[in-house]
């Protein structure tokens, strides 16, 4: 593994190349981005592709990669360009990528705005409000997450932020009516540690779910584009933003092992299928 550093006026990227560039094996390098994840995230992936030419990255003001512009929020379109830019600095063309979460929403505006760099996109679990029929209460919902983060603190949000991604089917007045969950019936700490930068729980990354796809542009591109979800989540909010968005580019989502992390190994402690993901993948990818 060679580390990177693409030093941009508004931050400087870093990104991880596992594996010689041009390729050994003649195919593209393999891309693995997430949202608010690093390149952390992907470890287990990369082992399980030692035979390909694998990048990683952090994206911007998370992990490794500094911003200089001043700004905390995060946008598709401006992630977008920083993976654009990564992909130019790599220098071998088009490119195969696995996004996931706010990673593939970012990846669904690269490919709108440039279509050239990716030959395939599986875009795993992208959280798009838009697309839902329920989109207004969606939103009520996180704002109702969010403001429970600014009240109390790390633990009770990320409590109130399961409690609302776990939610199976639409989000219905009984759900709104919920009282904020215990946060350590889940595990995590009640103890408010006066934080409130997380990219997560905080309104920074609103835009990654609030991001309305140009679907004529997607249809349009060259690139293969492959929905993804687990099949664990299919009745929960990035799940059904799975199949929804699937359903209006005109496709059926693909299912991959797991849930909305199967990819991960334990880490974080939120381990998916790692082994089964990486085989589902290879056999999407080899797909013509």
């Known amino acids: ?74 946008e598709p379109e401006v992630q977008a360009q920083d993976i654009h830019a990564i992909i130019e600095a790599l220098g071998v063309g088009p490119v195969e990528m696995l996004a996931s979460s706010g990673g593939a929403v970012s990846a669904l505006a690269l490919v709108t705005a440039y279509p050239d760099d990716v030959s395939t996109l599986v875009a795993h679990e992208p959280p798009i409000d838009c697309v839902l029929p329920d989109a207004a209460a969606v939103h009520q919902a996180r704002s109702a997450y969010t403001q429970v983060y600014q009240d109390k603190g790390w633990g009770a949000g990320m409590a109130a932020f399961i409690a609302m991604t776990s939610w199976e089917g639409e989000i219905t007045d009984e759900h709104l009516a919920w009282p904020a969950p215990d946060p350590a019936a889940f595990g995590l700490p009640v103890e408010d540690d006066g934080v409130r930068n997380d990219p997560l729980l905080s309104d920074r990354s609103w835009a990654v779910p609030l991001y309305q796809p140009d679907l004529e542009a997607l249809k349009a591109a060259p690139t293969r584009i492959v929905v993804a979800v687990g099949e664990e989540s299919v009745k929960v909010y990035t799940g059904r933003t799975a199949i929804a968005l699937a359903e209006q580019l005109g496709q059926q989502a693909t299912v991959f092992p797991s849930h909305h992390g199967g990819f991960m190994g334990g880490e974080f402690g939120y381990a998916g299928q790692p082994d089964a993901f990486a085989a589902k993948l290879r056999e999407v990818l080899h797909r013509p």
């Open 1 to 74: 593994m060679t580390q990177h550093t693409l030093a941009l006026p508004e931050v400087d990227l870093v990104y991880d190349v596992h594996g010689p560039l041009p390729t050994a094996d003649g195919q593209p390098p393999l891309v693995m981005i997430g949202q608010p994840m690093d390149a952390s995230g992907f470890q287990a992936q990369v082992e399980l592709f030692e035979d390909r030419t694998t990048v990683t990255y952090d994206p911007r003001g998370l992990g490794r990669s500094r911003r200089k512009d001043g700004v905390v929020t995060n």
